[in-house]
């Protein structure tokens, strides 16, 4: 079964830098689209970057300029790179990919668990 796996998340001081990984494990022919998405306490789920399988990417207003999201298709592997990080950029960080899997070869929207990310000023 596929399962999405995040870690690097902690707490860090403002302008401080973290780096987050999502591993896609199981039975994967290949991973199409994936995302990053975050949510804060009290608010809703909120779209963080994307990354398309050729490496095209596009990033919320909010952290473009200083996040960075790359992949290791080789890895089943997306990454998150956090600069500048803000007291805004606290929640739980999600990851979402679209696979195919061995078995069945239509895209599947699979979502992480998460990690929490704590930016305290």
């Known amino acids: 079964q596929v399962q999405l796996v995040e870690s690097g998340g902690g707490l860090v001081q403002a302008g401080g830098s973290l780096r987050l990984s999502c591993v896609a494990s199981g039975s994967i022919f290949s991973i199409n689209d994936m995302a990053w998405y975050r949510q804060a306490p009290g608010k809703q789920r909120e779209l963080v970057a994307t990354?398309?399988?050729?490496?095209?990417?596009n990033y919320s207003n909010s952290v473009k300029g200083r996040f960075t999201i790359s992949r290791d298709n080789a890895k089943n592997t997306m990454y998150l790179q956090m600069n500048t990080l803000k007291p805004e950029d606290t929640g739980v960080h999600y990851c979402?990919?679209?696979?195919?899997?061995?078995?069945?070869?239509?895209?599947?929207?699979?979502w992480g668990k998460g990690t929490l990310v704590t930016v305290s000023s």
């Open positions: 990354i398309t399988r050729g490496g095209s990417t």
């Open positions: 979402k990919a679209d696979i195919k899997g061995r078995a069945w070869n239509l895209p599947t929207t699979y």
